[in-house]
């Protein structure tokens, strides 16, 4: 399968809500905000979208909501992981039917497969359905961590196209560029490391502060794809306490918080988050304000 064009700043979509029920309207203006302020792409229903407490129907009304908001503006990776093999091709069949332009597949949780099971999950997904898939590998809440050598063998197959790495270990980017090849492709999953990661040869970052203030994260990628590290850098630092303070509380509740201020959805999420503790929003107001969002 030829490599789709992933790269940059792609925004973990929050699902906003509105009295229990999933607020299309608002979601709809969320995307189209990250369109106007210049980001790359956009992951509905991730960890961030609390795909967790999300029904099916929902999950999949998100998914196609958020590709025909798109309408191939920019690129959609879907949500579309589960701890069951069959659960997660449904999701990712789902995804291409509704014309997402790749899929994120996150490492099975709970069940703490061995790495020959982590690569047959990946294995079954690749030959079931025709879609670039990323691996989301995240072992702070999976617990489970896919190693370098069972990426180089999922690199193989023509499916299986590059990872969202939520780890943070600098350290495992270039034994991945070197395992997995040159059309591997290499997303953070870190806000407050992905400088780090541009600069070993990352090729973007699936990021939750987007949502907050994307102007500014699409510059800080821009840049970090032009070379620039001077400008870069300077974007780093505008945006690194929202990074931080984006996870002063339970995810995405920080996030909610910021959307509510600006006027953008409600505050509202779905047990077990709970709403924003009050003695972290003054560190998130003036960490918007640190980042040129008001």
Same mark, same amino acid.
């Given at each position: 399968m030829s490599q789709p064009s992933i790269r940059g700043a792609i925004t973990a979509l929050v699902t906003p809500f509105r009295d229990g029920e999933v607020d299309e309207e608002a979601f709809i203006a969320l995307v189209e905000r990250q369109i106007t302020a210049g980001i790359h792409g956009v992951v509905p229903v991730g960890t961030t979208g609390e795909s967790a407490t999300l029904s099916h129907d929902?999950?999949?009304?998100?998914?196609?909501?958020?590709?025909?908001?798109?309408?191939?503006?920019?690129?959609?990776?879907?949500? $579309? #992981?589960?701890?069951?093999?069959?659960?997660?091709?449904?999701?990712?069949?789902?995804?291409?039917? &509704?014309? /997402?332009?790749?899929?994120?597949?996150?490492?099975?949780?709970?069940?703490?497969?061995?790495?020959?099971?982590?690569y047959r999950h990946y294995e079954a997904i690749n030959a079931a359905v025709q879609l670039p898939v990323f691996v989301y590998n995240v072992p702070g809440r999976t617990s489970v961590d896919i190693s370098n050598a069972t990426l180089a063998r999922l690199a193989k197959l023509p499916n299986i196209v590059g990872i969202k790495d939520a780890t943070a270990n600098m350290?495992?980017? $270039? #034994?991945?560029?070197?395992?997995?090849?040159?059309?591997?492709?290499?997303?953070?999953?870190?806000? &407050?490391? /992905?400088l780090g990661y541009m600069a070993h040869g990352g090729h973007g970052c699936i990021t939750v502060a987007a949502n907050v203030a994307p102007e500014a994260v699409a510059k800080f990628y821009d840049a970090c794809m032009a070379g620039d590290w001077k400008t870069a850098l300077y974007w780093q630092d505008r945006l690194h306490r929202l990074n931080e303070a984006l996870f002063l509380d339970a995810s995405p509740a920080p996030t909610k918080f910021a959307l509510g201020q600006l006027g953008l959805c409600r505050e509202e999420a779905r047990l077990p988050i709970a709403p924003c503790n009050d003695a972290v929003k003054p560190a998130i107001l003036a960490a918007m304000t640190e980042a040129g969002v008001s």
């Open positions: 929902e999950h999949r009304r998100v998914v196609e909501l958020c590709v025909k908001t798109c309408a191939g503006r920019i690129r959609v990776v879907a949500g $579309a #992981g589960s701890n069951s093999t069959a659960e997660a091709i449904e999701l990712v069949r789902h995804a291409k039917t &509704v014309g /997402a332009d790749a899929a994120l597949v996150v490492t099975p949780y709970y069940n703490r497969p061995s790495q020959e099971g982590l350290g495992r980017i $270039a #034994g991945q560029r070197l395992e997995c090849g040159k059309d591997w492709i290499l997303l953070s999953g870190d806000d &407050v490391s /992905a």
